[in-house]
């Protein structure tokens, strides 16, 4: 198919106010509480169809499944027996945010080798025939066909695969940057109308008595985590997208927590400091659960683990046992990934739809939208379970069943069309690094990231005193000082933890060590926060990641943990 | 025939360690190439600085000795303020010659020099040290590409007098056209690579000026490179650029095997290839060498480099094998998750004066970050050095004396 297939871009809707009545700034039609890529996605799809939204998150957007999840829009290949349908909508999705987020999108192809054994000819088949099956929903997300490889087929493409095998085939994949998605959601419902509280926690979910006319019936009380001011917002409906927090939000508003009951199933991740594969690899872990090697934006990443998650949910990280587990898993396959670099981990919690006696890989990862009216709460509604590649679809039924019944409207749903922020056309990196004598680089990972507001990004800061919006500050990455101010004045962030998740700051091999103290500078300044406040972001980032890299911590990057530590404790003083 | 220590390790340990046997012994100094010292960010401290006291040590004479000989350091009685990138103010015991001291300009404001090199931002900078220092425009770069030179290239450039003269008339330009008052200017990581330039710099701008803590791989490790260079030399140490693979029993002597195959043997040994970070110690899990699907063996966490008979631990322990044949949990050994962690502390185990424990006839010592639960701070290193090149020369000078007055 044509790469470069044109789509209609549609202007805007007209904004509808449903309810035309002078109100205070602290009355909405709607509360979105999480920031996640759910509340994020369902926020803007209101705003767009016109009702006025305040989103409060409790920690940072995409702070928890969705910035930690494996990165990719699945098409769905997993229902293709039981539900095709879902495997249909599953792979259109994919196409929708493909054409709304074009720069945001990357292809993975994987490779899954089937090893020899008595029965492994037969899988060979069958597996075969199933992806058969599966090409017909190919062209809905862009996806080439399967194709079947033999034994040398897989060692030619990839030479450090090992073990006797009968045989594989090829299948496609779309990695997304899930931070970077959330982050344009919320962006898009920023530019309508939507206001975002972020490192806002909700703190009471009150029902208003007699105010039914007015079409207010919810107060919701929240507090700033960081600067501890109060917000009080009014609205008619108010939306719980927590994912795996659910039934704690519910229980602010009175509810029972079963309507709301998720299983949270830790997974983590383990990063490698490049990419060591072309190819996404399938492999099995010692308890036969499948997982993968994957090339993913710069780096390589294995996943992931599923386990159920008994611990905190703001405090999510991986252990060595989890990274035991999975390196052990792919070097039965690619042994050399034993000696390739982890640079880190990540650790999130899907919101898994709750079920007592199964395994965690049985449990659905279908979604549910929890209307509380038979709880005694009308206009209170729970998105349950759900994933990173199903959002929009998931957002669009909750507006489908909310707009019609709680504000008379029937507005309809444009976020399979409407572009992304930064969506509608992707700019030529080579063009915007000659123009703005930035390394080709940098300018790549810019256009990724931004698409066409990249040249928006590069002049952010360009009054600021001293001319050192181009210069890098996470090298790594890379990551210009535009950037971060950018992530700090337009995409909310407000520690160095938040510029991390925006624009993969410090995420790298020296794991923060030359840019996180500067990148907590920026932000003190753009703040207007006292410097010493910066140096404690700083370190708090320090900290944290250097407890995601430790668990994966092998020779090499043991001593770059000597010198980040010696130079930390140097400059910064210790962490703790 | 006189009596031969051999050092292994050429950063600040070492270097110290020769320096003090070279006044009794012959010496050869065998340096595999760039380690911690070359990383460090030229302050120095002897106690970590977040640990240290109000009042700093003194130095023994021996130290002092040493860095004399150094030529490139400043370890005021008093101690020093340093200016860290990340814009903190910190004590330190002494300082590379290069930076900027704030201790002794009690009063007046501190010029921080707003010069368009990349990644210094002058303004963040003097807002996050304090009231008292304000950024100063001034043309320090010469041509446009010098603003992203990496700082030690940069460097380099002043090592030139003719550019460093240059340098001064623009920044005395800067001081007139700004109209203010100044005590003391601080510029990025700058001042000279073969040595430290602030003196002269200061001496024609009439003012102190120096450098503030920048990052590692900068400027100041390679002012000690050189600095270590002329030391040795001066102090006549014999030095090999190969990479020490073993050290083994041969007779009653001690010889070191390289690994270009060249074997030197000495009277005794003194051990100084640094820690984790300088690569004496190397952090080996079971599984990182193997790609089945069980390790066939457990083995200890860390190891030392090179092949020899000392033994390494913490705490005044030594290493156990793991119950584990995937090894230790690194969540035991290193921070954050561990404070006080084996990864920061693990080493050779030694007496106070270096000497290495379990070694019978007690002439291998070890000195700096290779030593167990020493902190790993570059005056320290120094001053371990010191010791174990004096026990390890007065052993060999000892032993020469016995010989000569049988004679």
Redesign the interface.
């Known amino acids: 198919m044509d790469e470069s297939e044109p789509f209609s871009v549609r202007p805007p809707p007209a904004v509808m106010r449903v309810a035309e009545r002078p109100l205070e700034a602290d009355h909405v039609d709607a509360v979105v509480v999480g920031g996640g890529i759910n509340g994020t996605g369902v926020a803007r799809d209101l705003s767009l169809r016109g009702l006025r939204v305040a989103l409060f998150e409790r920690n940072d957007l995409a702070f928890g499944a969705s910035g930690n999840s494996s990165g990719m829009i699945h098409g769905g290949v997993r229902y293709l027996s039981r539900a095709p349908k879902v495997t249909e909508s599953s792979c259109r999705d994919s196409g929708y945010i493909q054409r709304t987020a074009p720069h945001l999108l990357f292809r993975i192809p994987f490779l899954m080798p089937l090893r020899s054994g008595p029965t492994a000819r037969l899988m060979l088949e069958l597996v075969d025939a199933y992806f058969r099956a599966y090409d017909d929903f190919q062209p809905l997300k862009r996806g080439e066909p399967h194709c079947r490889l033999d034994p040398s087929d897989l060692a030619r493409l990839e030479p450090g695969l090992v073990g006797a095998v009968v045989g594989g085939i090829t299948f496609d994949e779309w990695g997304v940057d899930g931070a970077r998605l959330c982050v344009l959601n919320a962006i898009d419902a920023i530019e309508n109308g939507a206001r975002l509280h972020l490192h806002t926690t909700v703190e009471s979910i009150g029902r208003i008595a007699g105010n039914e006319a007015r079409g207010e019936r919810y107060v919701v009380e929240a507090r700033d985590r960081m600067t501890q001011r109060r917000v009080r917002v009014r609205a008619r409906v108010v939306v719980n997208a927590t994912g795996a927090w659910s039934p704690i939000t519910a229980a602010l508003g009175g509810l029972p927590q079963a309507r709301t009951r998720v299983r949270p199933g830790k997974g983590i991740h383990v990063v490698l400091d490049r990419r060591v594969t072309n190819y996404g690899i399938v492999s099995e872990a ?1 308890d036969g659960r499948q997982m993968f090697l994957f090339p993913w934006q710069n780096v390589s990443v294995i996943g992931t683990t599923d386990d159920d998650y008994y611990g905190d949910l703001d405090d999510v990280h991986a ?3 989890e990274v ?1 587990y999975l ?2 898993g792919v ?2 396959v690619f ?2 990934v ?2 390739a670099r982890a640079i880190g981990t990540y650790a999130g919690v899907r919101p898994t739809l709750f079920a007592f006696g199964k395994n965690e890989d049985e449990l659905s990862r279908e979604h549910a939208v929890v209307d509380h009216t038979g709880d005694g709460a009308p206009g209170v509604y729970s998105m349950i379970g759900g994933k990173l590649a199903s959002y929009r679809m998931f957002a669009q039924e909750l507006c489908d069943q909310v707009l019609p019944r709680e504000f008379d409207s029937n507005a309809a749903c444009t976020t399979h069309v409407r572009p992304l922020p930064g969506g509608s056309r992707v700019p030529d990196a080579l063009d915007l690094a000659a123009k703005n004598g930035v390394t080709p680089v940098a300018a790549r990972r810019l256009v990724y990231r931004h698409g066409e507001r990249a040249p928006r990004v590069l002049e952010c800061g360009a009054t600021t ?4 919006e181009l ?3 996470c090298p790594c990455e890379p990551v210009l000082e535009s950037e971060v101010r950018y992530a700090v004045r337009e995409e909310m962030a407000r520690t160095v933890d938040d510029v991390a998740r925006r624009t993969r700051l410090g995420l790298g091999a020296c794991g923060g060590m ?1 840019c996180a ?2 990148c907590g ?2 932000i ?2 753009e703040l207007d926060l006292p ?2 406040e ?2 404690a972001m ?1 370190r708090d980032f320090l ?1 944290r990641q ?2 995601a890299r ?6 090499e990057q ?2 770059q ?3 980040a ?3 930390v ?8 | 025939m006189s009596r031969h220590v051999i050092v292994v390790g050429g950063g600040v340990a070492g270097t110290a360690g020769a320096i003090t046997a070279a006044v009794h012994a012959s010496v050869t100094l065998i340096d595999g190439g760039t380690g ?1 010292s070359t ?1 460090s ?1 030229g ?1 120095i401290d002897l106690v ?3 640990e240290a006291p109000a009042t700093a040590a003194p130095l023994t004479r021996e130290v002092q000795q040493v860095l004399r000989a150094l030529d490139g350091y400043c370890v005021p009685d008093r101690g020093a303020l340093v200016l ?5 103010v ?1 004590p330190a015991r002494g300082h590379d010659a290069a930076l900027l001291d704030v201790a002794p300009v009690a009063s007046g404001r501190v010029g921080v020099v ?1 010069c ?1 090199r ?2 210094w ?5 003097a ?2 040290w304090g009231t008292r220092f304000v950024a100063v425009d001034a043309t320090v770069l010469r041509l446009d590409g010098e603003r992203v030179l990496p700082d030690p290239d940069f460097a380099a450039r002043h090592d030139d007098d003719d550019r460093l003269g240059w340098l001064a008339d623009r920044l005395r330009e800067a001081l007139a056209r700004s109209g203010g008052a100044f005590s003391a200017l601080v510029l990025p990581p700058s001042l000279g690579v073969e040595r430290a330039r602030a003196d002269a710099l200061s001496r024609r701008v009439g003012l102190p000026c120096g450098e503030a ?1 920048g ?2 791989g900068g400027p100041p490790g390679l002012r000690f490179e050189r600095a270590r260079d002329r030391a040795l030399a001066g102090a006549a140490v014999t030095r090999l650029r190969d990479r020490a693979v073993s050290v083994e029993r041969a007779g009653d002597r001690w010889r070191v095997v390289t690994e270009g195959g060249d074997r030197h043997d000495g009277d005794s040994v003194v051990l100084a290839m640094g ?3 300088g ?1 004496g110690i ?4 079971s ?5 089945s ?1 069980l390790p066939p063996a457990a083995r200890p966490a860390l190891r030392l480099s090179i092949q020899a008979p000392v033994v390494l631990g913490s705490h005044g322990r030594a290493l156990e094998l793991p119950g584990s044949l ?1 090894g230790v ?3 035991s ?5 561990a404070r006080d962690a084996l ?2 502390r693990a080493g050779v185990l030694a007496e106070r004066n270096g000497a290495a424990t379990g070694i019978k006839e007690g002439d291998i010592f070890a000195a700096g970050d290779l030593v167990a639960d020493a902190p ?1 701070t570059w005056l320290a290193s120094l001053s371990a050095g010191v010791q174990a090149g004096a026990a390890a020369a007065g052993d060999a000078a000892q032993r020469a004396g016995a010989v000569r007055s049988i004679a």
């Open positions: 010692i252990t060595s046992e035991r390196v052990q070097a039965r042994p050399s034993r000696e005193r001293g001319g050192h210069d890098v500050t030359r103290a500067r500078q920026i003190a300044r410097p010493a910066g140096c700083a900290e250097a407890r430790v668990v994966a911590l092998g020779p043991a001593r943990e000597a010198l530590l010696a130079h404790r140097a400059s910064l003083g210790e962490l703790r | 911690a990383l960010t302050a970590p600085w977040t860290t990138g990340a814009g903190v910190r707003r368009g990349s990644g931002d002058a303004d963040a900078l807002r996050a803590v990052m590692p820690g984790l970070l690569g190397e952090y080996a899990p599984e990182a060498a193997l790609a699907v995937f949990p690194p969540e050994l290193a921070p954050p998750f990864l920061d790993r």
